[in-house]
Nanobody, 118 residues
Framework: QAHVAESGGGSVQTGGSRRLVCTVFGVTSSDLCIGWFRQAPGKEREGVARINSDGSTTYADSVTGRFTISQDKANNTLYLQMNSLKAEDTAKYYC????????????RGQGTQVTVSS
């Protein structure tokens, strides 16, 4: 089982930036990849960004061009840089180990809340 833990959430103004950080241990299988999803009250879970097993990245259309996912393998750390934040980005963000090529999470952290307001 992978162990993931997020941090970096908080309140930010519309148009601002925020960086989420996740420590990731135990994602060693090629059947898994790492990334982020979010959940807002009353909305469906949305896959946000992931790093695929071949090193490529996949983003939700809603965040493409604004969010960037990256990792520091040496330090078992995953990042989500969020720029040009909008009110609709308000959600709880989860770091997760996804089944490769999907947004289905096998393991996830406790989540970190991001609130965007004007």
């Amino acid at each position: 089982q992978a162990h993931v833990a997020e941090s970096g959430g908080g309140s930010v103004q519309t148009g601002g930036s925020r960086r989420l950080v996740c420590t990731v241990f135990g994602v060693t299988s090629s059947d898994l990849c790492i990334g982020w999803f979010r959940q807002a009250p009353g909305k469906e879970r949305e896959g946000v960004a992931r790093i695929n097993s071949d090193g490529s990245t996949t983003y939700a259309d809603s965040v493409t061009g604004r969010f960037t996912i990256s990792q520091d393998k040496a330090n078992n750390t995953l990042y989500l840089q969020m720029n040009s934040l909008k009110a609709e980005d308000t959600a709880k963000y989860y770091c997760a180990a996804f089944y490769t090529g999907t947004w289905a999470a096998r393991d996830r952290g406790q989540g970190t809340q991001v609130t965007v307001s004007s």
